[in-house]
């Protein structure tokens, strides 16, 4: 059964830098797309970021681009992002996600989830 558990965030000021982890556990394939997205109030969820498990490459949403970095390391069944100059725009509610399918930016394609953690950027 697949649990994914996401740390980190809190409260930030904007230019500040933070990392948020996602523990994996269970059914995750190197064919699987791992992904970060977000969620604002009134927001629907939007893609942030998203590697693949058996390989480096990363893809990221226009907003994060230079700023956001992607990465896991298996041997850890952790995946990251560290987020960096961050602005209120950033905030939201952050939750790592598990596609078995493929390649996608769709929340819906993802099958699994974890709880969020809150991210707020103000000074």
């Known amino acids: 059964q697949v649990r994914l558990v996401e740390s980190g965030g809190g409260l930030q000021q904007p230019g500040d830098s933070t990392r948020l982890s996602c523990a994996v556990s269970g059914g995750v394939y190197s064919s699987s797309m791992m992904g970060w997205f977000r969620q604002a109030p009134g927001q629907e969820r939007e893609f942030v970021a998203s590697?693949?498990?058996?390989?480096?490459?990363?893809y990221y949403a226009d907003s994060v681009k230079g700023r956001f970095t992607i990465s896991r390391v298996r041997a850890e069944n952790t995946m990251y992002l560290q987020m960096n100059d961050l602005k209120a725009e950033d905030s939201a509610v952050y939750y790592c996600a598990l596609n078995r399918k493929g390649y996608s930016r769709i929340p819906n394609d993802y099958g699994y989830w974890g709880q969020g953690t809150q991210v707020t950027v103000s000074s």
């Open positions: 590697i693949w498990w058996g390989d480096p490459r990363t």
